[in-house]
T-cell receptor, first 113, second 117 residues
Framework: GNSVTQMEGPVTLSEEAFLTINCTYT??????LFWYVQYPGEGLQLLLK?????DKGSNKGFEATYRKETTSFHLEKGSVQVSDSAVYFC????????????FGQGTRLTINP | GAVVSQHPSWVICKSGTSVKIECRSL??????MFWYRQFPKQSLMLMAT?????????EQGVEKDKFLINHASLTLSTLTVTSAHPEDSSFYIC?????????????FGNGTRLTVT
């Protein structure tokens, strides 16, 4: 079945630093790809998504491009803020035709002022 | 936007007792809901799919008799952890897809932290 491998954390950066969190996937076909964010004590929120190859998802200054050549969906942000401190999950549809998600292991990001 | 509400947000119970967790879709109907479990500092693992009007479908390795799921209506699914033990302590999260958005992300509840003493 489909699977996703995510860069292990934790990641600690200073405010205004550049962020990259790597995510690669194994999948049958070309499933939609997602990044979710989990703030402390909260559930998951969708950060961005891409539904087909070469699509770029973006939100709140974060971007990720669906690259089928490298089977990757890396998350990037040019200048992080303290408020970006959270756990980030890369995800994709587990099975074609279903809406079950399979998640990466999560990357804990801490931004220091 | 669509909202999924989960209750309670946290619960502490004694070993051997049962705990019920509710998941509600507040402004849309959900014939399907998903239950995930998250261990500390780990990813979410899909436990089961809750189906309105029929039995839940469980992922491999999930005990059906321990984690009872009931999809009582088009807006409510419940997860009951029966005869809870300390190893059941975890963060449980439900989610639901918004109708008409087959390729859309799921909406997640805020999770329930269960601690079994």
């Amino acid at each position: 079945g489909n699977s996703v491998t995510q860069m292990e954390g934790p990641v600690t950066l200073s405010e205004e630093a550049f962020l990259t969190i790597n995510c690669t996937y194994t999948a049958t076909g070309y499933p939609s790809l997602f990044w979710y964010v989990q703030y402390p004590g909260e559930g998951l929120q969708l950060l961005l998504k891409a539904t087909k190859a070469d699509d770029k998802g973006s939100n709140k200054g974060f971007e990720a491009t669906y690259r089928k050549e490298t089977t990757s969906f890396h998350l990037e942000k040019g200048s992080v803020q303290v408020s970006d401190s959270a756990v980030y999950f890369c995800a994709l549809i587990k099975e074609q035709g279903a809406q079950k998600l399979v998640f990466g292991q999560g990357t804990r990001l801490t931004i220091n002022p | 936007g669509a909202v999924v509400s989960q209750h309670p947000s946290w619960v502490i119970c004694k070993s051997g007792t049962s705990v019920k967790i509710e998941c509600r879709s507040l402004d849309f109907q959900a014939t399907t809901m998903f239950w995930y479990r998250q261990f500390p500092k780990q990813s979410l693992m899909l436990m089961a799919t809750s189906n309105e009007g029929s039995k839940a479908t469980y992922e491999q390795g999930v005990e059906k008799d321990k984690f009872l799921i009931n999809h009582a209506s088009l807006t409510l699914s419940t997860l009951t952890v029966t005869s809870a033990h300390p190893e059941d302590s975890s963060f449980y999260i439900c989610s639901a897809p918004q109708p008409g958005h087959n390729n859309s992300p799921l909406h997640f509840g805020n999770g329930t932290r269960l601690t079994v003493t």
